[in-house]
């Protein structure tokens, strides 16, 4: 049986120790040499021991194991009370052309306001159609309301919802999973708008495009934040639909998007408005709604880091019935309309963002009262049919709804243009269907 | 400052700011002095007052010179003591006879309207607009109402004073409550 103590080294070393140690008692040496054996070998068993500690350390920088302690502490950021909330705590990562997307054509509008029952959905789908009328390329609209009020105005008469255990456009739209070509290429996701005339024939809008929502959005929704807050999606899904949409594909394909948010900050909204250049907050003229245009205005406020070329567009009043009260006479409406405005406006003073962009143009954040859209009942109860705009046949109340929209969107159109990068050269259509040329709104050539 | 307001032997500076509202002073070019440069030191004369607990008229007081100074930033120091002397001087005379130039009721509707919606907001500021207005007597129901319904909402003429300054005062309160309510939402989003 032999071990190291016989190799040759050992012996070399063992024998020169006999030679450098003093004396003659062989014994003694031995003692001595043992020991000494022994610290070196302690002491080459502690360096051994260090070295794989510093080399395993080294290796969990290098090459992290999956900890998932971090990713706890990610979501519980996220709910922390008095915290920033969900949307500020993890910090955002725009993409990096975020500017340069940003500035160029078509403008996205996204109609919003934390209150429910507004009209968001009727400005949308209706403004939608009188651009479509007024612009070369075709409008897009994207339903983000898990109700699907929009999708069923702007495919009426045909089957728009989706099939049980599939995803509707829309749902696919946030989901971050599609590419460009899914939007802008041939076969598209995007679907013509429909809508049923009297005889209960169901007609295509020419140059209307829409993306469905229905019920099982929420669930995307729900599915895209956990993961992400867990930290499963490598990009941040806050700026997945701008990815989609502020894409140069899609970007040649349409003259202008239209979103139709849901009344609430959910992830839906929060793309809505990260991939947005303007913002439209309607609102009802009355005590009870005024006031939440404010809130709305600090969210968006608080929020801007995420959308810092966001621009509001204006506030728009709904359901107003004194329209065609004479000059001098008591309208509480319009200090309705006042009151928005100065809640609004409080609450976006002193912005370093592009929110108050109407200010340095000297343009007051409400839309005129005049423009304001009537609380005509013929325009919310044509939804089985379509979209009044479309539906509502060649009659008076026709032509006075689209008139409204008509007006609408020519104000909406100057107040863009006022803002260089996005609206210097609107593709617009040279004679407009349903507008007389005025002065103030003479559409610019495409 | 305080010079034209001594020599001009006016009693509050509301009423000397009243008498040097309309003084007719021309924009500097150049690098004189101007009143604009007083702005930053009374401001933070203002912030150091209210920190320290200052009377609430004192402060009204200061508000209403900040808006001054505001108004007539870019007016040299020199120019606008000899004009505004002038100004609160002839404020000061007795009330002419009847007969007397009747008061440029348009502009003076002008006037107001302008420091309303400069003071909407601040409370201190637009109280004190609003108690120079509901005083002033060249104000009658038809210039309350105009200021009304251009300033808030449009009322109907057989409205009254009182209806109507309420009216003015009700949009400064609607902003105040919804400043209140937003703080209370703090960081929650709906």
Redesign the interface.
Known sequence: MSGWWDSAWYRAIWSTLSDVLPGNGELTKDIIKTLLVAIAVAILTWLANRTYRLLKLLKERIFPADDYRWRVERVRSTVRP??????LAIKQERPPQYDDWMQALPFIMTVAN?KGGVGKTTTTVNLAAAFAARLTKPVLVIDLDPQGSASAQMFAGSDWRPKPGHQSPASLAIDGSQLPRWLAGEASAARQFTWKDSKGTTRQTPNALGLAAFYELTETEDRAVAEWLIGDRARDIRYDLFRLLRDPEVRNRFGAVLIDAP???SISSIQALCSSTHVLVPTILDNTS??AV??FA??LR??EALWPRLRVVGILGMMAQNLSLP??????????L??AK??LA??LRATKTELTYLDRLEVPFEIPYELSIPDRSIIGKTGGNGIAYNCLGNNEDGRKVRQVFDDLAAELERRIRGCKPVSSKLWLRPTARHLQPRAATTPLSG | MANAIGKGGSQTVAKFLGAVENANVEPISGSVPSLGELVPPVEKLMALLMEAGAKKLVLTDLGLLLDLLRRFSEVSLAEFESRALRSVASASRPRAAPGAPPVDKRQLVETYLRRLEAALGNDGLFRAVYRELSADKNITKIEAIEIASRFFEPMAQSATRPKALKKILSRHEKLLDSRDASKSIGGQAA
Not at chain 1, 82 to 87: A, E, I, K, Q, V
Not at chain 1, 327 to 336: D, I, M
Request: no cysteine; glycine share 14%; net charge negative.
């Open positions: 008095n915290g920033p909330g969900l949307w934390d009344p609430r900050f005024s006031p404010g809130y600090k969210q608080r929020h000059e001098g006479t008591q309208n509480y409406e319009r200090g309705a006042t009151s100065d809640a409080d609450n």
